[in-house]
């Protein structure tokens, strides 16, 4: 035995017992005559003291030890109230060393969030004893296992589904592996279980969840990891979009409230259309804790004498800038100007005169007009944003984004969650001008059938739905498209034959034809989650052993080089 306690056990009640710990030395203090050394496990850290000095030989920072002694009170003036353990201390007769550990650490275990990256991520086993992080992890566990006993109460079944599997355009790049007993040929790992889960809502299964590792090919971001992701994936036989989104408000709500002292948005949450959202707040993803909305000041300015207004989408944002200097207006344009606009015009409300750049083209009557449309009160300001249709939303949403910021008015202590609905079902490609699918091509149309074959592929929208909180995308999900007949011509529109279709998506062709139910469905992503309960400013702090932005594993030194005769009976050729 190596321990009959953790170190974060110990308390008052255990004075007198004679206890044993194990864990690394967390510090050590040599006061003269006596030495108090800390000791630290996965639980926390209690001081021990150590009277006899020869039991310290070969022991420093990061040893790992077993010492056995009796339980004592700390004197009072020596309390620590940081500390669970504080007010106790084990009185060492007997320590062994477990595991030794080199003088020199590669950096303070207390302070590794300040030490750069790579180095953090190279010793990440180090790292990782950072009680900041340590806790993270456990946090991410303990939410795991929360949201898991939340979809069973629900009568959900976790089935898992292959890692191994077939290519298929869904979004991102895949994670390709050769076959070696099918020579010329690939499986791909799962952007996400989407075929499967709908093949198992065929398969009569009512009810699936897992906790599902996701793999995409993808650049890193703060909130993605350029690899692989895991997220609550569920779906749902004979439900419709509503039952979809009232199991993610109980779960998500439940799961917030459980492991946060913010505000959580009470279900249901608010649903706003990504027409709405893109309007209002510039973007799919709006972070509803700042309270600025944009206006649509297009209209308005097709009466006024302002040329570079003139037959262009124009955007408004009402602010509060009272009290605010010179410097800020020119840090608000220098702002603009850095994301690609040309300017950024205001007008401010003082009294009942209005002063800024685009005042002198407003008439007595337009003025008034302006007021009364945007509720620009006296000591506000309103800002405008214009540009061509394709980006005159997204500028405006990164003014709202910047203005709340500076404003501090963005409110911290708070969960705002939202969904957004009705997405678009096609777009045109940036690139080559062709219709594509926005979001999961395997959603059912508004409309259906009809839809497709009447309106716009522009026009028509999807049972397509996202869960936002704080301006960051949480879950995506859809109605699924359980039709044969929808699904061709869903398909033929975005530019797929039905040989294509057949071939590409086989299962799901040939399993729909099979009788299959209305079936839905969303992943929370699980990362994201637990990078916003801890507010943690990257998910990689959140990840047990993460790849770094450039896709790297710095640890195990992922991906790297194997030898001719891995590539052989893989049947690879390396090109020069």
Not at 460 to 479: H, K, R
Request: some cysteine; glycine content about 6%.
């Amino acid at each position: 035995m190596y321990r009959t306690h953790y170190c974060n056990d110990i308390r008052e009640s255990h004075i007198g017992q004679t206890v044993q710990l194990a864990g690394w030395v967390d510090t050590i203090r040599d006061h003269g005559g006596v030495i108090f050394v800390d000791i630290r496990d996965y639980t926390g850290i209690t001081q021990t003291v150590v009277h006899d000095e020869s039991l310290l030989a070969n022991v420093n920072k990061e040893t790992v030890i077993s010492v056995t002694g009796v339980v004592s009170k700390r004197d009072e003036d020596t309390v620590n109230e940081k500390l669970d353990t504080g007010r106790v201390e084990l009185v060492v007769d007997q320590l062994e060393v477990l595991g030794t550990c080199l003088n020199m650490l590669p950096f303070d275990i207390h302070n590794s969030k300040q030490t750069r990256e790579d180095i953090r991520l190279k010793y990440r086993y180090l790292d990782l004893r950072n009680p900041e992080i340590r806790d993270n992890i456990v946090l991410r566990s303990r939410v795991i296992s929360h949201m898991r006993k939340k979809m069973e109460e629900k009568g959900f079944l976790e089935i898992q589904t292959p890692i191994l599997t077939a290519s298929s355009p869904e979004g991102a790049r895949d994670f390709l592996v050769p076959s070696r007993k099918h020579k010329g040929k690939f499986y791909a790992l799962p952007q996400a279980p989407q075929q499967f889960k709908q093949l198992l809502m065929v398969s009569s299964f009512d009810k699936y969840f897992q906790i599902a590792p996701c793999f995409r090919d993808e650049d890193a971001r703060q909130d993605r990891s350029p690899g692989e992701f895991y997220q609550l994936d569920y779906e749902m036989a004979f439900a419709t979009q509503d039952d979809v989104m009232k199991v993610c408000e109980e779960v998500i709500s439940d799961t917030f409230h459980s492991f946060s002292d913010k505000k959580v948005t009470e279900a249901p949450f608010p649903r706003i259309t990504y027409a709405d959202a893109m309007m209002k707040y510039g973007s799919d993803k709006p972070d509803l804790r700042n309270p600025l909305v944009i206006c649509d000041l297009t209209e308005f300015f097709r009466h006024v004498d302002f040329p570079l207004f003139k037959n262009k989408p124009v955007r408004g944002i009402v602010a509060d800038c009272a009290g605010q200097s010179r410097s800020f207006f020119e840090h608000s344009l220098q702002f603009a100007m850095s994301i690609g606009m040309k300017g950024l015009g205001y007008i401010t409300r003082n009294q009942d005169a209005l002063k800024g750049p685009i005042e002198k083209f407003l008439s007595p009557e337009q003025k008034k007009e302006i007021v009364e449309l945007t509720g620009l009160d006296d000591g506000k300001t309103l800002f405008f944003i214009c540009d061509n249709k394709t980006v005159v939303d997204r500028y405006a949403g990164q003014i709202r984004n910047w203005l709340g910021e500076n404003l501090n008015i963005v409110d911290r202590d708070a969960f705002a969650f939202c969904f957004v609905v009705d997405f678009p079902m096609y777009e045109h490609d940036e690139s080559t001008g062709k219709i594509i699918f926005t979001h999961n091509p395997f959603s059912m149309p508004q409309g259906g059938l009809e839809a497709l074959e009447t309106k716009d592929p522009i026009d028509v929208l999807a049972y397509q739905y996202d869960l936002v909180c704080n301006g960051i995308e949480l879950a995506s999900g859809a109605v699924r498209n359980h039709s044969i007949e929808i699904m061709k011509k869903a398909f033929a529109i975005a530019g797929y034959s039905e040989d294509e279709l057949k071939k590409r998506f086989s299962a799901l062709y040939n399993a729909f034809q099979y009788g299959a139910p209305p079936h839905a469905g969303m992943a929370p992503g699980i990362d994201r989650i637990i990078m916003l309960l801890t507010d943690e400013d990257t998910i990689r702090d959140v990840i047990a052993f993460p790849l770094n932005g450039n896709a790297q594993d710095l640890l195990l030194g992922a991906p790297s080089e194997v030898t001719e005769q891995q590539l052989l009976e893989a049947n690879i050729a390396l090109r020069e």
